[in-house]
């Protein structure tokens, strides 16, 4: 596994019956890869609610993932509304989402904090009006 | 406990081409919001839900989880069946309510998050 792999995704907004693709795609590339299962869960989990995000608060947006050797970094990016207190939406349980996002099974208010919790390294940069762009890093060892 | 000792006690229904009764099932959660399902990190794990749609079998894919029961006399999508044949995850369905579902695994010795 010494070369690099590239994907990039285009993250349709408000489209659920096909969010979640992106995650899916690149959780087969690493279980083809070999990587270990519980990594793959965690990298699942975290790209996933990433992925959510971007469809129900970012209007949609696109991933970039590298895979090498030793890690895999998932660049996630919207242009919707930005998060205005990031450190409020980083506590388990709140959440912004309309009750027609908890219909469709969103908006727990668990979004960040999965990702925290599933990442090595976790780099969010956000502003309000201009977008999200989320940086999760998963080490394979 | 195997999936097919779980599916006698909740009467369940199984939807999908792919079951198998020798599947064990050693912890489930209960949950209608998907990010709550995801807070949960036990393997091996069957998951009750009354929510109906595809993010529903993706959340599961996502977490390995083998089985998902829908309550309350909800049935998947055809579409949900077809992601779940793929994914390999069973699907069954359950007129009990989910807090009774559950409550029956429990008392026979399924556990939960955390224990």
């Known amino acids: ?141 | 406990m195997k999936i097919s000792e779980i599916a006698q006690l909740v009467k369940a229904e199984i939807c999908t081409k792919n079951y198998d009764p020798e599947i064990e099932i050693f912890s489930a959660c209960s949950a209608d919001l998907m990010s709550d399902v995801m807070a949960f990190s036990k393997s091996n794990a069957l998951l009750l839900t009354g929510l109906i749609n595809p993010q529903v079998i993706r959340t599961a894919e996502m977490m390995d989880i083998r089985a998902v029961i829908f309550v309350r006399g909800k049935k998947p999508l055809e579409s949900m069946i077809e992601m779940a044949e793929e994914k390999g995850i069973v699907l069954l369905a359950t007129d009990y309510p989910l807090f009774v579902a559950s409550g029956k695994l429990y008392k026979n010795g399924i556990s939960g998050h955390g224990e």
């Open chain 1, 1 to 141: 596994m010494a070369s690099v792999v590239e994907r990039d995704y285009i993250i349709p907004a408000n489209d659920f019956t096909i969010a979640g693709e992106a995650s899916s795609n690149v959780r087969k590339i690493l279980s083809q890869l070999g990587v270990a299962p519980d990594i793959v869960k965690r990298t699942s989990i975290a790209m996933y609610e990433a992925e959510i995000n971007a469809v129900i608060h970012g209007n949609g947006g696109q991933a970039h993932v590298e895979i090498d050797e030793n890690k895999i970094v998932i660049t996630i990016s919207d242009q919707g509304p930005g998060i205005e207190d990031l450190e409020l939406a980083m506590q388990e349980g709140y959440s912004t989402a309309p009750d027609s996002i908890r219909e469709m099974g969103f908006g727990a208010g668990m979004g960040l904090s999965n990702m925290k919790k599933n990442s090595d390294i976790l780099d969010i940069k956000t502003a309000v009006n201009e977008g999200t762009t989320v940086k999760i890093t998963v080490f394979f060892k």
